[in-house]
């Protein structure tokens, strides 16, 4: 049973980066695609940014496009999502989440796609 577990959240003020953390166990992500999420309250989960297993494509949320990238430490079974230029719109529950689709395919950024979650990190952006 594959286990996520988020770190790396906390306040920040506008303009400011974090880099959260998302470690897997009880399996390897090798075959798995990973998705970042984020719920503020008061709004629906949307999807951030996502990585396909299978070649490393990525997907992103035009409001973070430029700003946020997702990457993988094969390693540590680790998956990685740094965040530059916040804004207090960035506000949320961001977590993590992966799914081991049936062939290789490019990942979605619909929660629904997504079998197994952590149980998020908090990030606040304010001054």
């Known amino acids: 049973q594959l286990q996520l577990v988020e770190s790396g959240g906390g306040l920040v003020q506008p303009g400011g980066s974090l880099r959260l953390s998302c470690i897997a166990s009880?399996?390897?992500?090798?075959?798995?695609?990973v998705g970042w999420f984020r719920q503020a309250p008061g709004k629906e989960r949307e999807g951030v940014m996502c990585?396909?297993?299978?070649?490393?494509?990525?997907n992103s949320a035009d409001s973070v496009k430029g700003r946020f990238t997702i990457s993988r430490d094969k390693t540590n079974n680790t998956v990685y999502l740094q965040m530059n230029s916040l804004t207090p719109e960035d506000t949320a529950v961001y977590y993590c989440?992966?799914?081991?689709?049936?062939?290789?395919?490019?990942?979605?950024?619909?929660?629904?796609?997504?079998?197994?979650w952590g149980q998020g990190t908090q990030v606040t952006v304010s001054s």
């Open positions: 989440a992966a799914d081991r689709p049936p062939r290789p395919n490019i990942c979605s950024l619909e929660p629904g796609r997504y079998r197994y």
């Open positions: 009880g399996n390897t992500l090798d075959y798995y695609n």
């Open positions: 990585r396909s297993y299978f070649d490393g494509r990525t």
